[in-house]
């Protein structure tokens, strides 16, 4: 008989056909829905649904309150705040069935997406980038971008441990807590050490 290798609290909800990658934790009130993939190491909050097909890389933190819906993914280590929202239909109508017309969208790895922030769908949320709490995001967010407000604007860059990147006249920035060097150029950040 093969035994589970994550753990879900006795309310969680975990329907048939979903991978659930081992010592996942799902917590209190959760709903895991069919079709769905969870990485290893993930930790699901209190009052979190899955949706069908969504798709989360491994070591995934999602915190309570979070609905994750058709067209997410997330790739490895992201960071999903309490509350923050993702949407997967551009033009929603009740009495219009839009299920054909699902948008993707890709949060990136080790992305993080702070409290009651709001993800219009088909934007996609660049790797190390950091989404401040209560952002609406209208456009896809580059790499290493720090954005913040309602529409979202960016107002920053920071390294791959979270903290902000101030750039030299060559260009170069350097985290001051890893050691990790960073270039700009045409406004793309990439990590060359």
Request: aromatic fraction near 8%.
């Amino acid at each position: 008989m093969d035994r589970k290798k994550y753990f879900s609290h006795e309310t969680a909800v975990i329907d048939d056909n979903c991978v659930i990658g081992d010592s996942t934790k799902i917590w209190h009130f959760s709903h895991i829905m069919s079709n769905c993939k969870i990485g290893e190491r993930c930790n699901i909050g209190q009052n979190v649904v899955v949706s069908p097909q969504v798709v989360l890389g491994n070591n995934v933190k999602v915190q309570n309150n979070v609905s994750i819906y058709t067209g997410v993914i997330c790739e490895d280590d992201v960071f999903l705040g309490p509350s923050m929202v993702f949407t997967n239909v551009i033009n929603p109508r009740s009495a219009v069935n839009r299920k054909e017309e699902y948008m993707k969208t890709i949060v990136k790895k080790g992305a993080s997406i702070g409290a009651n922030a709001t993800i219009v769908c088909g934007n996609n949320i660049g790797k190390f980038s950091f989404i401040g709490a209560g952002s609406v995001v209208t456009k896809e967010i580059p790499d290493y971008a720090l954005v913040v407000g309602n529409p979202s604007r960016q107002i920053g860059w920071v390294s791959e441990y979270g903290h902000r990147l101030s750039f030299n006249k060559e260009n170069i920035a350097i985290c001051k807590e890893s050691g990790q060097k960073f270039k700009i150029k045409d406004n793309v950040v990439e990590r060359i050490q």
